[in-house]
């Protein structure tokens, strides 16, 4: 019973902590007090659930009780004539405006996380006091988690959230939901920092159970927002493309933690419950016809998720789709990519004239996997000494060791 | 919330390529004075007519020029009110001369 009862504490904290905050925050305007009191709320689940049982609604008890800490520590505080003017907040006559997302959820409490993720992503806050604070204030992961998570000190983490806090305490920056004229930038922002956070733990080679830690919970972040966002296709599409990418995690890495490339990968391993989730999510999104750079991003990891094996790709399919995703989003990584692709559909030589030509643009200067795919393609052409060559580039700029053992072991093979 | 725009220049010779007409700030401060956003503004001259002041020991420490050296000047500033960043950043997009050179937003201590 006790046990149980720490584990529905334990899947409240995950599930419910970013409601209980934001429901502080927007009362309050004071974020300190708001982590302060969610946290005061979960001890005090953990004292009176074993008694009295799980509330049918842990998130709504939660909150309640937050508020309620928080309003008792305002007072206290108001009556000894410090913080009177926060206090003075507290009874603001009418409430703010219904925004998206304020709609009663079913414990009958708004939901103002929507507001809070917004407020985290403002573009006045520099990138990675963005990426650290959402995940802080929205997922309950702690200062230590994430700073092991991006590899910095703790103080350092600790400094930044607290300067990110204050920023928006001093500056004006507002707890809502951007107006029509903003939402779409501040949408596209928000949508990338969670993208952001999944890729902070799914780089190959670099991610321990920390790193895991983070893109589980930028899945959960995406499903939130796929959730409070219905009529943002692009929010389900950014869904849709994590979960599908997800179910290929076991089969990236062998036993050495090298990394293993997709033709190549074990596809009994895929998660086959994950990919029919993102397909399912993705074929929603695209029903809506407003597609957008993460909805084609996702139909392509549908292409490959969808193929029994290597050889059954539809590259053709796919060449077409990094060709909308160019025209979306140019850039030359997608460029790139499309490469990739085109060689597959219309063989090497065609896939390497498009790798040849941003070799010579030399926009890509640095970036190891354009070497690495010239060297693949090369390779495919049996120009081996011009493959050899290119190897040993992507292996001077290869940034994780997996990657470099993977290009080593290709150059040892060209032999 | 009261927040302080510094108009600035990214060089010293102030904004090459953008013409007098372009830069022309009257019809952004009628704007913003008829909104109630602007409460107060002024061009400033150049850093070379600055001069610096400090107090040591009772005795009055003059330089010529700007108290920071940098490539970057200042030239004007408004005092603006509004209910956010978010509107303080949009008053602050719409000053014709953040096409050209800068703005910084700077908040005021609250009183």
Request: with cysteine; aromatic share 6%; hydrophobic share 45%.
């Amino acid at each position: 019973m006790r046990d149980a009862v720490k584990e529905a504490v334990a899947a409240a904290w995950s599930r419910e902590w970013g409601r209980v905050v934001a429901a502080v925050i927007r009362q309050t305007g004071d974020w300190d007090l708001a982590e302060e009191c969610a946290q005061d709320a979960f001890e005090r689940a953990l004292e009176r659930w074993p008694r009295d049982g799980v509330p049918r609604s842990p998130g709504a008890w939660l909150t309640t009780t937050a508020r309620n800490r928080a309003l008792d520590r305002l007072r206290r505080a108001a009556n000894e004539n410090v913080k009177l003017r926060t206090a003075a907040r507290l009874d603001p006559g009418p409430p703010p405006a219904d925004q998206p997302g304020d709609r009663p959820d079913d414990d009958g409490l708004p939901d103002d996380r929507l507001r809070l993720i917004y407020t985290c992503c403002h573009p006045a806050l520099p990138l990675p006091a963005q990426v650290a604070l959402t995940l802080r204030t929205l997922t309950g992961l702690g200062t230590a988690e994430i700073a092991r998570a991006f590899l910095v000190p703790e103080n350092t983490m600790a400094q930044r959230l607290t300067r990110a806090k204050n920023k928006i305490r001093n500056a004006g920056i507002p707890f809502r939901v951007p107006p029509p004229d903003l939402l779409p930038d501040r949408t596209e922002a928000v949508l990338a920092i969670v993208y952001l956070l999944f890729n902070a733990g799914y780089a190959p080679g670099a991610a321990g159970p920390d790193q895991r830690r983070v893109t589980a919970e930028a899945i959960r972040l995406a499903r939130l927002l796929a959730a409070l966002l219905p009529g943002e296709p692009e929010a389900a599409g950014l869904l849709a493309l994590m979960l599908l990418h997800d179910a290929r995690a076991a089969a990236r890495t062998d036993a050495d933690g090298d990394l293993v490339p997709l033709a190549e990968q074990d596809r009994s391993r895929w998660d086959r419950r994950g990919i029919a989730e993102g397909t399912a999510v993705l074929d929603a999104a695209l029903a809506r016809r407003r597609p957008g750079p993460y909805q084609v991003q996702a139909a392509i990891a549908a292409c490959h998720a969808q193929a029994e094996k290597a050889e059954a790709t539809d590259w053709p399919q796919i060449a077409l789709l990094y060709a909308e995703l160019a025209r979306m989003a140019p850039g030359p990584v997608v460029e790139l990519n499309r490469a990739v692709a085109v060689a597959m559909a219309d063989g090497p030589a065609a896939g390497l004239a498009l790798a040849d030509a941003l070799a010579a643009a030399g926009e890509l200067a640095g970036y190891h996997l354009l070497p690495a795919t010239r060297a693949d393609l090369l390779r495919r052409l049996g120009r081996d000494a011009e493959a050899a060559a290119a190897y040993r580039e992507a292996l001077a700029l290869a940034p994780t060791e997996a990657e470099r053992r993977f290009l080593a072991g290709r150059l040892a093979d060209l032999r | 919330m009261k927040y302080l725009l510094l108009i600035c220049s990214e060089t010293a010779d102030g904004f090459p390529g953008a013409t007098p007409e372009e830069l022309d700030a009257e019809p952004w401060v009628q704007e913003m004075t008829r909104r109630g956003v602007r409460l107060d503004g002024n061009r400033t001259r150049p850093a070379e007519d600055a001069t610096t002041v400090r107090v040591r020991n009772g005795a009055r420490l003059l330089t010529d020029g700007p108290y920071a050296e940098t490539k970057e000047q200042m030239a004007g500033f408004d005092i603006i009110e509004c209910a956010d960043l978010d509107e303080a950043i949009e008053v602050a997009a719409r000053h014709p001369v953040a096409k050209f050179g800068m703005v910084e937003v700077r908040p005021f201590w609250a009183d």
